[in-house]
């Protein structure tokens, strides 16, 4: 069946530096693939999407581009800030199902 | 344009109670999803409704239920509530079904004692 899997949190990064999250999937077909961002004691914030091979999502600095290849969507940002901190998740639509699969979400923490 | 909002934002429910939960749409959007949120299992997927039809279920008990109205609002219901059921339940509304474009809403954190 279709599976998200992204990189254990957190990941504790300082200020100005940069940022990996990785993400890969299991799926038949072509999905669409997002980033969603979740804020303490918020919902879920759509980040970024992408709905074919190499289209490149980006959203307030953050990219990431959908690798048929190898199944990969890994989100990046160049130089994070304070306000980043945050739980990412990454995540799949898939048609036939019309139902969005997360990864477990990973934690970011951006000190000062 | 109003996000996904989203009533009451928290509950406390003892064990055996029933409970519902109240989502409405973005204006112009006909489809509404349900996630259920817990730190062990993540984010699951309960159902999705549109033109107040279920079209997909996830697989949960058929204590889970839902439906939607002709506004497009929808409410989810729990009955006999476990403590298990516990969790941050997230709508999601869309333009329409199978549309992959999902906005949430903030959410309702359900507690049974």
């Known amino acids: 069946g279709n599976s998200v899997t992204q990189m254990e949190g957190p990941v504790t990064l300082s200020e100005e530096a940069f940022l990996t999250i990785n993400c890969t999937y299991t799926a038949t077909g072509y999905p669409s693939l997002f980033w969603y961002v979740q804020y303490p004691g918020e919902g879920l914030q759509l980040l970024l999407k992408?709905?074919?091979?190499?289209d490149k999502g980006s959203n307030k600095g953050f990219e990431a581009t959908y690798r048929k290849e190898t199944t990969s969507f890994h989100l990046e940002k160049g130089s994070v800030q304070v306000s980043d901190s945050a739980v990412y998740f990454c995540a799949l639509f898939s048609g036939n199902t019309g139902k969005l699969i997360f990864g477990q979400g990973t934690t970011l923490q951006v000190k000062p | 344009k109003a996000g996904v909002t989203q009533t009451p934002r928290y509950l406390i429910k003892t064990r055996g109670q029933q409970v519902t939960l109240s989502c409405s749409p973005i204006s112009g959007h006909r489809s509404v999803s349900w996630y259920q949120q817990t730190p062990g299992q993540g984010l699951q997927f309960l159902f999705e409704y549109f033109s107040e039809t279920q079209r997909n279920k996830g697989n949960f008990p058929g204590r889970f239920s839902g439906r939607q109205f002709s506004n497009s609002r929808s409410e989810m219901n729990v009955s006999t509530l476990e403590l298990g059921d516990s969790a941050l339940y997230l709508c999601?509304?869309?333009?329409?079904?199978?549309?992959?474009?999902?906005?949430f809403g903030p959410g309702t954190r359900l507690t049974v004692l």
């Open positions: 992408a709905t074919k091979a190499d």
């Open positions: 999601a509304s869309s333009l329409a079904a199978g549309r992959n474009e999902q906005f």
